[in-house]
């Protein structure tokens, strides 16, 4: 890593397949650690009421698009509950074993799908001692919406309908907290399908419309997920070249879910509000899921070293899409670049990765004082890498004062979120 190289960082394809299908799953779980760092900073700036249309902008305005996309990757043919079924399992939205999901397709038009543990639910419910209204507003207010846009993706005459679900007030079910029915409706009920303010925003940018380069083929798996439906469909399922691009969709399917999200605060509230909330947005979400990735990928201390390997690992820099070098110039200084590539100029609001795009630290820096809070980034003005857009140089000084911590950090790993087991994907069916 010695040296300012002009070769970009692309090692996610040289994990082992059972490194990579882990990964995969944490870049699944990122997404939840995206928003349970910025709905409490927007609760407590504009109140609950702002937090479900947060949920709504975001969720209605990527989920259709990747979606969509995911289909695409994999080549699945049809409009049927069999494939809406497959583009749960594959929802950036639904982290495998995080949200354990079940099915059961019965045929074309119908089938049902349920949890028999939910995270994101068990969060609120501890957070708020089961209030009715907090289980509401995450059960009913922000799902109703936004699992029909997701169905309805595939098929304008789909509907997710409940069969129970919270709010629950006292014990949760045995059966789990929720069941949910698909339902292709005859095509005589078929109204427009409603999708988010954002959506074509998201689905026009570069982002929305990045294709992949096809990895070279390998035999030790699914080349796609276009054959039949598997109910216990896991990640290992994949061959490892299928994976690794799967891998790298994730990871833009949570920029899509991010610029859906940060395209409403800037409508909203404007470029400075923006700034201000990826800083915070930052700061609250790095140190927990830096945590997750120092213990998947053995990366220990808050030396150089170590910063930039986990800049190397943050689901943020999307392989391909964004274009990243790091540099180890010595022992306390390192260099991290992005160099040409679609992500640059691809829209005024990118998520976190905003002000980063334009040359700025801003986000940047929050996410190196995660690794170290004696760290410091600057905009790099000369001796940068050879083909680098925007450099950034990362210093550590050993006498100045630590950083606080966010105090929203703690808050956002509550619950269960920083402790999860996801090296495996086990589903126990009762049949």
């Known amino acids: 890593m010695t040296g300012l190289s002009a070769a970009p960082d692309d090692h996610w394809g040289s994990f082992d397949k059972q490194t990579l299908a882990r990964f995969g799953r944490e870049v699944m779980l990122h997404n939840q650690i995206h928003d349970r760092a910025l709905l409490p900073l927007l609760a407590m700036r504009w109140g609950e009421a702002r937090v479900t249309q947060q949920a709504l902008d975001e969720w209605m305005g990527a989920s259709p698009v990747y979606n969509a996309r995911n289909r695409a990757l994999h080549n699945m043919q049809g409009d049927g509950v069999d494939t809406i ?29 349920w949890l028999t543990s939910c995270g994101a639910y068990n969060h609120v419910r501890a957070l708020t001692g089961a209030d009715p209204a907090a289980e509401t507003q995450i059960c009913v207010h922000m799902e109703d919406p936004t699992f029909d846009a997701t169905v309805m993706a595939v098929n304008a005459g789909a509907r997710c309908r409940p069969v129970f679900r919270p709010p629950h007030g006292g014990a949760i079910p045995a059966e789990g907290p929720c069941r949910w029915e698909v339902v292709i409706e005859p095509d005589e009920q078929i109204a427009a399908a409603q999708f988010g303010t954002f959506t074509e925003a998201v689905r026009s940018s570069r982002a929305g419309q990045f294709q992949f380069t096809a990895a070279p083929a390998t035999n030790d798996g699914m080349a796609d997920y276009s054959g039949a439906f598997k109910r216990d469909f896991t990640l290992e399922d994949l061959s490892h070249s299928a994976l690794l691009t799967q891998v790298k969709e994730f990871a833009l399917d949570v920029h899509l879910l991010q610029r859906a999200s940060y395209l409403s ?15 915070e947005h930052c700061a609250a979400m790095a140190p927990l899921y830096q945590a997750r990735l120092r213990r998947l990928f053995g990366i220990d201390g808050d030396d150089m070293d170590a910063i930039l390997r986990l800049l190397q690992v943050d689901p943020h820099f999307v392989p391909e899409y964004t274009v990243t070098g790091t540099a180890l110039i010595d022992a306390r200084t390192g260099c991290f670049w992005i160099g040409e590539c679609a992500a640059i ?55 100045a004062d630590p950083v606080p911590a966010s105090p929203w950090a703690e808050l956002a790993g509550m619950n269960g979120l920083l402790e999860a087991d996801l090296s495996r994907h086990i589903y126990h069916y009762k049949d």
């Open 265 to 279: 605060l800037l409508a909203d509230y404007g470029a400075a509000v923006v700034s201000e909330l990826i800083a």
């Open 85 to 113: 079924m497959k583009g749960f399992q594959l929802d950036i939205g639904a982290p495998h074993m995080w949200l354990k999901f079940h099915f059961d397709v019965q045929d074309r038009h119908y089938g049902q799908f």
């Open 345 to 399: 100029g691809d829209g005024a609001a990118q998520g976190v990765l905003t002000d980063i795009l334009a040359g700025e630290p801003n986000g940047l820096t929050q996410i190196v004082q995660a690794a170290n809070p004696r760290a410091q980034v600057s905009p790099m003005t000369g001796d940068v890498p050879p083909g680098a857009v925007h450099a950034f140089r990362i210093t550590i000084d050993p006498a």
